[in-house]
């Protein structure tokens, strides 16, 4: 898994591995500025075509490991989400799903959620998996602190930009998975690196390529140098 060298293999001069879920034209335009795509397992068709899959990620409203289990196989993604670890009691048996998950993706992600985790999470989740961060958003959180996540690489999932960036000031991040720029994009704002304000043109695609060549930038030399 990206530990040690494996975790500076994966973390370019660009930063880490960036992935949109969203239309086949973001996936296209996010593909041709070396973002990889990626798709709910309910939604396979936005990225039929493309190789490689960079994450199948999951319902976690309504999880369905078997209808998960058949996406993967059929697109071997390089990432994918393990059912959320909403309480401890749930971890041996999202382990076993993530261990057959890992058959079929490169990497597999264990998102904790219970605090009782946070203290534990080297002893109790194996290295063979990447811990998941759920950025602050309207859908959720993990209510875990970045300082249990210790060195283990992370994949931030979802929230702002910004936010993500400011949060991995405290993690390891191999990974990440953002398309709030896609929203802001409907109705003419970018995102300038700092906030989202309106783009001087306009226009939906305008606002989506500008988007994503600042989440590029502010994301250059990480995990060196460390801005925020």
Request: net charge positive.
């Amino acid at each position: 898994m990206m530990q040690s060298n494996d975790t500076h293999k994966a973390c370019s001069s660009a930063g880490p591995v960036k992935i949109v879920c969203h239309s086949r034209t973001v996936l296209r335009l996010a593909r041709s500025l070396g973002w990889l795509p990626g798709a709910s397992y309910r939604n396979l068709r936005n990225i039929r075509g493309f190789e490689p899959v960079g994450l199948v990620e999951i319902e976690w409203t309504d999880y369905d490991f078997k209808r998960h289990l058949e996406a993967v196989k059929a697109v071997h993604p390089l990432i994918t989400i393990a059912q959320d670890v909403l309480s401890i009691k749930q971890l041996p048996r999202i382990l076993d799903q993530a261990y057959e998950l890992m058959r079929w993706a490169k990497y597999v992600v264990i998102v904790p959620k219970d605090v009782r985790l946070g203290p534990r999470l080297n002893e109790l989740i194996p290295r063979d998996f990447i811990l998941g961060y759920s950025v602050p958003s309207s859908y959720g959180r993990t209510p875990i602190q970045p300082a249990y996540f210790c060195e283990r690489p992370v994949h931030l999932l979802g929230g702002r930009p910004d936010v993500q960036r400011r949060i991995a000031e405290h993690l390891n991040v191999v990974s990440l998975d953002v398309n709030r720029f896609t929203l802001d994009a409907r109705f003419g704002d970018f995102f300038d690196g700092e906030r989202f304000r309106p783009h001087p043109i306009g226009g939906y695609l305008r606002c989506l390529r500008a988007s994503i060549r600042n989440i590029d930038r502010i994301w250059q030399g990480y995990p060196n140098g460390k801005k925020r």
